[in-house]
């Protein structure tokens, strides 16, 4: 059924004439007419009888006046809901993040996205890997310098910089003896980086390293070098809060390297109300926070 012609019938019946439906609904009487003639066709019965000086209902008119107003209330109320739905997050959130940055940031994270938006869930998955968002049904992942994938869209969020940490004795012996190769815990995917060129304070200087461990994740290294293996060179959100309460000392930034978060989505046109609620935090919460402030808050 055409749903125009229905409304234009309906404002006919309602006003009982073409003349008063041409005047409220600001159509005019020609497209009404021609309107209710095609309801009637495809319908394939009278729906109203026609006099030189009145306009009345069939009973078949009369029926379809009943239950095509309810249709359209009904079709209102649901486009109504659509809207408010469109418009105020809500359903489960389904997301995939890096062990790192879960370790020191999603429990405050989504602790604080929940109390402002409550009608979300959120369903976190914990994960390095890049995953098919449509494959593996997830709203949003959590990258850190993502590679361009085609068919995502994204922000970045968060930048951080890797610094080279130690115990305050492993700090102690390279400020005595700053040309020894200090034993080092390397991530499995830098093995063959045998030194570091820092920046401390206005020097630059390398640091050379030797391998006593290779070690997958930056939480298991931060780990190691916390229970005085050797020194690391990790993202510095990832220790802030040892270095400032002491446990472990800083001996430079790495030259040249800088870190990125972003949060990535599907590049459609009208993303769900929770996905575009949720980049939208995301981005303010980091905003004009520092990695000291939000890790140390989170330790």
């Known amino acids: 059924m055409d749903l125009s012609a229905l409304t234009d019938f309906l404002l006919v019946?309602?006003?009982?004439?073409f003349s008063s439906a041409a005047r409220e609904g600001l159509r005019s009487?020609?497209?009404?007419?021609?309107?209710?003639?095609?309801?009637?066709?495809?319908?394939g019965v009278r729906l109203l009888e026609r006099g030189p000086n009145h306009l009345r209902l069939t009973d078949k008119g009369l029926a379809l006046q009943l239950r095509g107003q309810a249709l359209l209330s009904q079709l209102e109320d649901?486009?109504?809901?659509?809207?408010?739905?469109?418009?105020?997050?809500?359903?489960?959130?389904?997301?995939?993040?890096?062990?790192?940055?879960a370790n020191r940031f999603l429990g405050d994270l989504a602790t604080a996205f929940r109390a402002k938006f409550p009608d979300v869930v959120i369903d976190a998955h914990i994960g390095d890997d890049f995953l098919d968002l449509v494959g593996e049904r997830m709203d949003l992942v959590i990258r850190v310098n993502p590679r361009s994938v085609h068919g995502l869209v994204g922000r970045c969020f968060f930048r951080d910089r890797r610094v080279v940490v130690g115990t305050p004795a492993?700090?102690?012996?390279?400020?005595?003896?700053?040309?020894?190769?200090?034993?080092?815990?390397?991530?499995?995917?830098?093995?063959?980086?045998?030194?570091?060129?820092?920046?401390?304070?206005?020097?630059?200087?390398w640091i050379n390293t030797r391998p006593v461990m290779?070690?997958?994740?930056?939480?298991?290294?931060?780990?190691?070098?916390?229970?005085g293996a050797g020194i690391a060179a990790v993202p510095r959100s990832a220790v802030e809060y040892e270095l400032t309460h002491q446990q472990l000392s800083l001996l430079g930034e790495v030259v040249g390297e800088e870190t990125q978060i972003w949060i990535l989505h599907t590049a459609r046109r009208l993303p769900p109300a929770r996905v575009s609620a949720f980049v939208e935090f995301v981005c303010s919460y980091f905003d004009g926070h520092s990695a000291a402030k939000t890790a140390a808050r989170s330790a």
Request: proline share 6%; aromatic share 8%; no cysteine.
């Open 13 to 17: 019946a309602q006003h009982g004439g």
């Open 29 to 43: 009487k020609a497209t009404l007419s021609r309107q209710v003639a095609r309801l009637e066709e495809e319908l």
């Open 78 to 101: 649901f486009e109504d809901g659509i809207r408010r739905s469109a418009d105020h997050p809500e359903g489960v959130l389904r997301l995939s993040v890096p062990q790192l940055f």
């Open 170 to 205: 492993l700090h102690a012996r390279y400020m005595d003896k700053p040309d020894d190769r200090l034993p080092s815990v390397l991530l499995s995917a830098f093995r063959e980086q045998d030194s570091w060129l820092v920046q401390a304070g206005k020097d630059q200087r």
């Open 214 to 227: 290779y070690l997958p994740t930056f939480p298991v290294v931060r780990a190691a070098a916390l229970a």
